[in-house]
């Protein structure tokens, strides 16, 4: 059975950081795209970040480059979003997804729907 467990979500003031966590089990971590995405209130859920396993490849939205840094750690199946600077717009609940090699791509990473398998979610609120 595929699970993954979101972690590390929490109140951080403006121009704070964060770390998130995303541990997965009972799935071959070799060439995979992890995919992590934000689902604001009343917004749709938007890809910020998307990593590769097999290359390191990764991607970001604009609005966080710079401020964002996904990793993995490919001995363990983690991945990990690091946030920094973070910005009262970056409150959301954030969801990490496992996804197919071939989805980390340039032009495909963003794309949720490619995304096989999904954690729960882990609520990040930016306030003073």
């Known amino acids: 059975q595929v699970q993954l467990v979101e972690s590390g979500g929490g109140l951080v003031q403006p121009g704070g950081s964060l770390r998130l966590s995303c541990a997965a089990s009972?799935?071959?971590?070799?060439?995979?795209?992890i995919g992590w995405f934000r689902q604001a209130p009343g917004k749709e859920r938007e890809g910020i970040s998307s990593?590769?396993?097999?290359?390191?490849?990764?991607f970001y939205v604009d609005s966080v480059k710079g401020r964002f840094t996904i990793s993995t750690d490919n001995t363990k199946n983690n991945a990990y979003l690091e946030m920094s600077s973070v910005q009262y717009e970056d409150t959301a609940i954030y969801y990490c997804?496992?996804?197919?090699?071939?989805?980390?791509?340039?032009?495909?990473?963003?794309?949720?729907?490619?995304?096989?398998?999904w954690g729960q979610g882990t609520q990040v609120t930016v306030s003073s």
């Open positions: 997804a496992l996804g197919p090699g071939w989805a980390g791509t340039a032009t495909l990473w963003s794309h949720n729907v490619l995304y096989e398998f």
């Open positions: 009972g799935v071959t971590w070799d060439d995979r795209t």
């Open positions: 990593i590769r396993t097999g290359t390191g490849t990764s």
